[in-house]
């Protein structure tokens, strides 16, 4: 069975997780990137279970989410499977250079600026909506009508290890304290997981502590539940 990897820009397209669990199929992988604005669109993909991985932005700047998106592209085509494709989810039409590359090595990659659900007879098929060979196509809802969330399949539940270390921090904050620097806080969280730096986990317990209301983030710097004053 071929295996799909997905590489979604945060930035510029929000697809649904149900798709994104539909594209990835029994063996796939989504590699999620984001920047400071797209934390709070974190939860509902983490959702999906630990086949999904959470990429952030080391250094904000222009086309600095590009970067990171191709070199892990490079990364994942390196380990490359039999088969296996590659679909970058970005309106974004600097991945094509990468893109059209990759191919001339042989590589099955490429890019959608929609992804809808995926029927059954497409799951094994190869890729049509390809902006490299179609004209890019807008989407609008209909006058008119409103786009509601999908509701998450029941079955699914965040990696335990996840809430865990979200349960710890907000103990840690009562006994510890409050740090009083993003960047503090990363270390925090960092030091839960050990030595070996971990940044999509980093950033999964972040999303969970800001989508439970204990914190938020604005402008790099982090505000605590009653904003109150951190010790």
């Given at each position: ?91 974004d039409g600097d991945y094509d250079p990468a893109i059209l590359h990759a191919r001339s090595k042989g590589r099955q990659v490429e890019r959608v600026e ?102 938020r983030i604005s402008n790099g710097s982090v505000k605590y539940r009653n904003h109150n004053t951190p010790d």
């Amino acid at each position: 069975m071929s295996k799909t990897y997905l590489l979604i820009d945060l930035q510029n397209r929000h697809p649904a997780p149900e798709d994104v669990a539909s594209w990835m199929g029994a063996n796939g992988e989504a590699w999620i990137f984001f920047g400071e604005h797209e934390i709070g669109l974190l939860a509902q993909y983490m959702e999906l279970g630990d086949r999904v991985s959470l990429v952030d932005i080391s250094k904000p700047g222009k086309n600095s989410l590009d970067f990171h998106l191709v070199l892990y592209l490079g990364y994942l085509v390196g380990r490359h499977e039999p088969r296996a494709r590659f679909v970058i989810v970005a309106a974004d039409g600097d991945y094509d250079p990468a893109i059209l590359h990759a191919r001339s090595k042989g590589r099955q990659v490429e890019r959608v600026e929609v992804l809808g659900p995926l029927p059954d007879e497409r799951k094994s098929a190869p890729i049509q909506q390809d902006p490299l060979s179609q004209p890019s196509r807008a989407f609008s809802p209909p006058a008119g009508e409103a786009i509601e969330p999908i509701p998450l399949a029941p079955n699914i539940k965040k990696p335990k290890f996840i809430v865990q270390i979200s349960s710890e921090i907000r103990k840690d904050f009562v006994e510890a304290g409050k740090p009083k620097t993003l960047s503090a806080l990363e270390k925090r969280i960092q030091w839960r997981f050990g030595p070996e730096p971990v940044p999509d986990k980093v950033a999964e317990v972040m999303t969970v502590l800001v989508m439970s209301g204990e914190l938020r983030i604005s402008n790099g710097s982090v505000k605590y539940r009653n904003h109150n004053t951190p010790d």
